[in-house]
Nanobody
């Protein structure tokens, strides 16, 4: 019943922008944390950003240090959609991007935050985001 579908991936030149969307079905976003992760070829899947993922606080956000100030996560709960705005993209940002969902209250089981792949139970199929020089 739970389903997540990413869209908005594509090809951009270095310095360009891309906005990814994650549409959720089978649940509402009110009580859930949504994370954005990326995985480059041969690399471990890593967190990019998440919303409502700290201390079970609705609207709380996290950004990877290397991306802070360039990426922005936002939520449109009425349409069960979470966005990731990616500005000033760099070649090293090329990866498959995934969105994931977990009940926000489960952050209490993991030190008060949901930042790791194994802490999320539901995943979308991913969308490719490529940056060229």
């Amino acid at each position: 019943e739970v389903q997540l579908v990413e869209s908005g991936g594509g090809l951009v030149q270095a310095g360009g922008s891309l906005r990814l969307s994650c549409v959720a079905s089978g649940f509402t976003l009110d009580d859930y944390a949504i994370g954005w992760f990326r995985q480059a070829p041969g690399k471990e899947r890593e967190v990019v950003s998440c919303i409502s993922c700290k201390g079970g606080v609705t609207g709380s956000t996290y950004y990877a240090d290397s991306l802070k100030g360039r990426f922005t996560i936002s939520s449109d709960n009425a349409n069960n959609t979470v966005y990731l705005q990616m500005n000033s993209r760099k070649t090293e940002n090329t990866a498959v991007y995934y969105c994931a969902a977990e009940r926000a209250s489960d952050s209490a089981l993991y030190g008060g935050r949901l930042l790791k792949q194994y802490e999320y139970g539901d995943w979308g199929p991913g969308t490719q985001g490529t940056v060229y020089s």
